[in-house]
């Protein structure tokens, strides 16, 4: 069994990242490729594990989702966690020091940690299940987890930092880098609530959160071009019609290519 294609998003929030994922997978499936959102991979691979074929055999049809979710977290979540700790423990030693001497919050740093930790799981869960023909596409992977591990309004932005960090991961198949204006960007925000990071900020603190958002992704996108990771960048400022036609036609080469490679 090889591993999957791992496909993630980068961009500031608001750009539309989680707008672009259902769509990306959708034009995937529509060209006869296997594509599945982290949620609907756990769910598809703990079906055919032991406590998920119970789930599917007793629970009825409207639980079966749900419960498929929360079967991975009863006790495969757990040890993928601790399997991908032991596969990448320089990455794990990193980003756990450096949560640790961050200036905010410490709810903050555990709720950054506990996200890693969530998506390493999945991560490696995905990789152990999925076959070397499907297409796993995380709206938010490691690459877009630089922004939680290097973004707040009381630091200042560090180049060197952000490039250990990404040096030490696990390399994605594909990042597809999200980009929209930041008028459009902030009003996105703002109609679907700001985030709790930033509820008690205030406007100067906002706007200096979100101008170092803007600066670490610059970083973390010359990076991975810089070091040839595979990185495609799309436009979705407006017409939705236009950002699909673009992102379409971006990303089946190389989505393509790196199945042929696995394969």
């Known amino acids: 069994m090889g591993v999957p294609v791992i496909a993630e998003f980068l961009g500031n929030s608001g750009a539309g990242k989680s707008t672009l994922l259902p769509i990306l997978t959708q034009l995937l499936r529509d060209d006869e490729m296997v594509a599945m959102s982290v949620t609907e991979g756990i769910r598809h691979y703990t079906a055919k594990m032991h406590l998920g074929r119970a789930v599917c055999a007793l629970a009825p049809q409207a639980w079966r989702g749900p419960l498929l979710w929360w079967s991975f977290f009863f006790l495969p979540y757990w040890l993928h966690m601790v399997q991908f700790a032991r596969q990448q423990p320089r990455l794990v030693h990193y980003v756990i020091g450096l949560q640790l001497r961050r200036p905010i919050p410490w709810r903050f740093r ?12 999945e991560y490696h869960f995905l990789s152990s299940q999925a076959r070397a023909d499907e297409v796993v596409v995380f709206d938010e992977g490691f690459v877009h987890r630089a922004v939680q591990m290097f973004v707040s309004e009381a630091e200042q932005v560090r180049p060197e930092q952000i490039a250990e960090y990404l040096r030490l991961l696990p390399r994605s198949d594909l990042v597809i880098l999200v980009k929209a204006a930041p008028a459009t960007c902030l009003a996105r925000i703002q109609f679907r609530g700001l985030q709790e990071r930033l509820r008690n900020l205030t406007a100067q603190d906002i706007a200096r959160f979100m101008t170092n958002m803007e600066q670490v992704i ?46």
């Open 218 to 263: 610059s970083i973390v996108s010359q990076y991975l071009q810089g070091t040839g990771w595979p990185i495609v960048e799309v436009i979705n400022d407006g017409d939705l019609s236009v950002s699909t036609a673009e992102l379409q036609r971006k990303v089946a080469p190389y989505v393509s290519r790196a199945a042929n490679t696995v394969g």
């Open 110 to 121: 555990w709720s950054i940690l506990r996200l890693f930790f969530r998506m390493a799981s």
